[in-house]
């Protein structure tokens, strides 16, 4: 592309990897000014780049008109204040990571960008290499199967620094990748590591995460290895593939697989197959994709909203570190708190979805778009609730039940074990009939026993109490017990559950053990307080 479209460059910090990306955008030949405070730098800067202006001040280098674009390459502690000072210069800003060393410093920088309509690009170089976007697209495509865990590897002796740990050092990379890998941010996570050189400076960490599709992962950095080691592992249900920048072929996908023979689990291998991948140097990659988006307002890969992401799973692996790993999730937002309610680690929730305080949703649940939950709900294991259905305040709804579309649950309804909802009164797998769903409604404080079914098209009075197994294909009376199958009305009973109602041949009713009263009037039944009659 002509280098004539893009903005010209200012590189601030002309150090270990500043120097990188000096010669980079020098090659592209959009390269105008580098600026580094240590005067020590400027001899060689000046040397190797003649026709590149020099300066020592950061303002100086923002001042300059004929400057559109700033990569910061500095101290990460630096990186929020110089990225703020570029965008509010009216600068498009890409730099290295991590974006900031605050989540509420990296927040003030996406929010600020977006408000001045300026490009935000954070340096993750992994997400750019050849290597890493062919598995990107393997794994899109399925050819490894559905992925079960991955890990990564980056070791290596020194470069050591005090102004930082090894996770803020090393970890950012894997975990952009790991996030675009798999498309999800962790739900849990947790990190321990060890202070050897310097007190409170890590010098390795393990950190561990799950994600809400139920794939594991973990990144062991080390700066006190014995030898260099940049290895990432994806196992997937079809093939497993090892992405090693250290070796001759980069991306290698291995076609093993698992086979049960008498019950028993035997690895099967094959042979490695190196995949072919594009030449091109991940940082010259990078510099360029910058270039584009900042030229034509495009949405870089690793804007600051990714690297705003990647910020928060750093800040968890932080606080989960000095806390001797104990477990926790990504901070929530500057000002915020956290969730009201509760989603077990296993389960998801789908944009557009409503759910009240105080609810908990536990293990491998899933509830689909655009569905509401109330307060205070207790959603069992393998629920499925949704899409459009609208749950009540107080509701329980136990292990392997489906609330499908067309069911409405009003307060504290209780949906016993593997009771089901049907929708269509008369399935056809071949047939589409969505369009003829039955409404069903339960109403206020109504029990539905363990393994019942509710044909659709049925209401469930309010505190009716179906019985287990129970074959529900007619409307139930508010306070009726029903059971069998098709069920039957036998009986009535008390809002508290604890015992059925006796009228004994009269009208009315007491609850022995609440002390409720009753009225059995023209076949149905109501307490005493709500009976126009009386």
């Known amino acids: 592309m002509n280098p004539g479209h893009f903005s010209k460059v200012a590189v601030i910090g002309f150090g270990y990897w500043g120097k990188n990306l000096v010669r980079n955008f020098h090659e592209i030949g959009v390269l105008h000014l580098i600026c580094d405070a240590d005067p020590d730098r400027e001899s060689p800067a000046r040397e190797k780049y003649p026709d590149v202006e020099f300066v020592s001040s950061v303002e100086a280098a923002l001042s300059d008109d004929n400057i559109g674009a700033v990569a910061i390459a500095t101290p990460a502690v630096t990186h929020f204040e110089l990225a703020r000072k570029a965008i509010d210069a009216g600068k498009d800003v890409f730099v290295e990571k991590p974006l900031a060393i605050s989540v509420r410093h990296g927040e003030e920088l996406v929010a600020l960008a977006a408000d001045r309509r300026k490009t935000l690009m954070v340096g993750h170089i992994l997400r750019y290499h050849p290597a890493v976007v062919k598995l990107g697209r393997l794994i899109r495509d399925g050819a490894l199967g559905r992925i079960r865990y991955l890990y990564s590897n980056r070791l290596n002796m020194g470069k050591i620094r005090t102004e930082e740990n090894i ?23 947790s990190c321990q590591g060890g202070s050897y050189l310097n007190e409170n400076v890590a010098d390795v960490t393990v950190s561990q995460f799950l994600f809400p599709s139920g794939v594991r992962a973990h990144i062991f950095v080390s700066w006190l290895h014995p030898s260099k080691e940049q290895r990432l592992v ?18 290698v996908v291995y076609p093993h697989k698992i086979e049960w023979k008498n019950r028993i689990p035997t690895a099967v291998k094959a042979e490695a197959e190196p995949m072919e ?3 091109v140097e991940p940082l010259r990659a990078e510099c360029l994709h910058f270039l584009e988006c900042a030229a034509f307002r495009k949405q870089p890969w690793t804007d600051g909203q990714e690297g705003l992401q990647v910020l928060k799973v750093l800040d968890a692996c932080q606080q989960s570190l000095q806390n001797n790993g104990t477990t926790r999730g990504p901070t929530p937002p500057a000002g915020g708190r956290e969730s009201p309610y509760f989603v077990h680690p296993t389960s998801v929730v789908d944009d557009g979805c409503e759910i009240g305080e105080g609810t908990k949703i536990w293990h ?29 305040n107080g509701c329980k709804i136990q292990n392997n ?35 003829e769903l039955r409404p069903t409604l339960v109403r206020r404080g109504a029990t539905i026993g363990a393994n019942a079914t509710i044909v659709c098209g049925t209401t469930i009075g309010e505190y009716a109490f179906v019985g287990a197994g129970a074959v529900v294909t007619k409307d139930v009376p508010p306070y009726a017990v029903v059971y069998g199958n098709p069920s039957r009305q036998n009986g009535w009973m008390c809002a508290c559950a604890a015992e059925k109602l006796d009228f004994g041949g009269s009208n009315t009713a007491l609850c022995s053990a609440c ?9 149905s039944v109501c307490p005493e307080s709500e009976d126009s009659n009386e």
């Open 277 to 279: 991948i594009d030449t």
């Open 364 to 392: 491998f649940s899933h509830v689909l778009k655009n569905s509401k939950i109330g307060e205070e709900c207790k959603i069992g294991q393998n629920v499925v609730i949704g899409p459009d259905v609208t749950v009540g």
């Open 401 to 435: 039940v489906s609330v499908y579309p067309g069911v409405t649950l009003e307060d504290h309804v209780f949906c016993g074990p593997s009771m089901v909802f049907t929708n269509v009164f008369n399935p056809r797998s071949e047939i589409v009939r969505m369009h």
């Open 234 to 251: 994806v196992v997937g249900s079809e093939k497993m593939a090892v992405f090693d920048d250290t070796a001759p072929h980069k991306l």
């Open 515 to 523: 002390g409720r009263k009753y009225v059995l009037r023209d076949d």
């Open 167 to 189: 996770l803020w050092s090393f970890a950012p990379h894997d975990i952009s990748v790991m996030l675009a890998l798999l498309g999800e941010a962790p739900s849990t996570i």
